[in-house]
């Protein structure tokens, strides 16, 4: 009884998101729908947290032919109910955010893409076949492209775009890798067979592991989300918190049991801990404050793949979950400010709007250190169970110091954005900021944040698995990060200048300058060598029309007889004349 109410609601909830698609009275009423879908979700995940279900996987016949059944198949298990709600929740704060955010804007279009965003992203996470998964993979992809290049006569909307989609092509390589093997070893693409045979190949690993590399912005491939921030700010809440950036850590989580774990804890470990150290340390030296926030979530993001290396997936999902919550919410506190301070992103020149903008500021303060990890809020709860995990053995004592100086970064730049936008003097030229006078400007952050602080408590007593033998020092341990971090924080707000070598070297986005400027240019100065030095040089002179007539001379000159000398012209009577009397005195005799 309990598995047909499951599917029963799940597939009503899913079902109401396509009403604003096929339905032009609906249009208007997509942030009510958002919302009533997702209060219906609530009763699987209840379910899911009560009874400890199981893999559900329900099938839909589409097409049967004589050679293939195309069957859309749904996977319910504990992941996708609770990423379910939690996806669902984010977009209806974000939707209620736009209808202020963008009033000069077509708000129904932007809608309909965010809508479909959402929708191909819970495509994804319910998907019961690779090929559901490759078609919910390939939306986010698209959309991700269309929402950053929402305004698109910018040049840097435009350059912005095309990074997300080529990075993302390259990560896609993988999946469609993976697709092939399984194909052509076991027949199938159903994800429950696959994971119930329990075939652990190298090859699907790599490809898994690839393909999250793209999406997720992993070290190496992680500099499109920076770029990202481009777009319209709802977009990137959306794209940072719920959708796009976490649809690789979410396959990696379903697919953990099919994963050699070989080769799975040492790539992801690498992986987890370069990403959240670089972009931790990229975050600090930035100014824009969309920008330290995207850093923000490709850190994060390294934390959730080091959860995976340590063959802990759940403390993956917990941190994602906890995660889009507060990230969000940050997201759409940064588009309050900027949208009051006319489109200003440098938190250098936040004018005092800790009195004009109070509610925007506090809910930024609340979730700022929440991501920091400050004990009793969400952040606390799954960021610091990773790291006590981590504890729990001497083989990961790199990656656990490595993850220790990232959480201490995360308090350094957390409390640097703080400091700067809840200011309260004055430290540009004025500009006029109005008053947070629309509920639809803070009732979202004031929801989000109050999901932020309870998430935690909730989900621990299913997602948590930490190693109950931890000392008061190993507790005490991440706390400890903050506190150093915040003191780290003054220091430099007061003490270090910010013209360095290292500060500017770090500003200027060390690896991505490397990767989009210098290997580009150099590529470019090479490429104009070759053309008009080996084509025209080389092609065209040498081997061509200069090649072409010396062989033509020296080929006149070998072949004709006429050469223009008096003494060749005798030499050869000579020899003429006295063949012609050999062969006469020959006749004679």
Known sequence: ?????????????????????????????ITKIIKFSFLI?????????????????????????????????????????????????????????????M???????????????????????????????????????????????????????NSAALQAIIYNRIGDIGLILVMTILLSTLGTWDIMSTLTLNTKDTLITLGLIMAAIGKSAQFFMHMWLPAAMEGPTPVSSLLHSS???????????????????????????????????????????????????????????????????????????????????????????AGSIIHNMQNEQDIRKTNC???????????????????????????????????????????????????????????????????????????YKPIPAQQESKSQQTFPLIRLTLAAIMTGTMLTPILSNAPASLTMYMKMTPMMTIIVGTYMTTEMTTKFQNTTTSWKFISHLAFFKLLHRTLSLKALKLSQKHSTQLTDLVWLENIGPTTIDQLNMTTSNIISMQKGQIKKYLTILLITTTILLLTQTSLIL
């Open 1 to 29: 009884m309990l598995e047909p109410m499951m599917i029963t609601l799940i597939l009503t909830s899913l079902l109401l998101l396509m009403l604003p698609l096929v339905s032009k009275k609906h249009e208007t009423k």
């Open 41 to 101: 979700s609530l009763l699987p995940m209840l379910l899911t947290m009560k009874y400890q279900t199981q893999n559900i996987n329900v099938n839909f016949h589409l097409i049967n032919t004589g050679m293939t059944n195309m069957t859309m198949t749904l996977m319910i298990n504990k992941y996708s109910t609770l990423f379910l709600p939690t996806a669902l929740f984010v977009t209806w704060s974000i939707m209620e955010f736009s209808t202020w955010y």
């Open 103 to 157: 009033t000069n804007e077509p708000t129904t279009k932007f809608q309909k893409h965010l809508l479909i965003f959402l929708i191909s992203m819970l495509t994804l996470a319910t998907a019961g076949s690779f090929m559901q998964l490759l078609v919910g993979w390939e939306g986010v992809g698209i959309l991700s492209f269309m929402l950053i290049n929402w305004w698109s006569t910018r040049t840097n909307a």
């Open 243 to 333: 959708t796009m950036v976490v649809a690789g850590i979410y396959m990696l989580a379903q697919m953990h049991p099919m994963m050699n774990p070989k080769y799975l804890t040492t790539i992801c470990l690498y992986l987890g801990t370069f990403t959240s150290i670089y972009s931790a340390l990229c975050a600090i030296a930035q100014n824009d404050i969309k920008k330290i926030i995207a850093f923000s979530t490709s850190s994060q993001l390294g934390l959730m793949m080091i959860a995976i290396g340590i063959n802990k997936p759940d403390l993956a999902m917990f941190h994602m979950i906890t995660h889009a919550t507060f990230k969000s919410t940050l997201f759409l506190s």
């Open 353 to 427: 709007i800790k009195n004009t903008l109070p509610t925007t500021t506090t809910m930024m303060t609340i979730n700022g250190i929440t991501l920091a990890g400050t004990p009793f809020l969400s952040g606390f709860y799954s960021k610091d169970m990773i790291l006590e995990t981590l504890m729990s053995t001497n083989t990961n004592a790199w990656a656990l110091a490595a993850t220790l100086l990232s959480t201490t970064m995360t308090s350094i730049y957390t409390t640097r954005m703080i400091f700067y936008t809840t200011k309260k003097f004055f430290c």
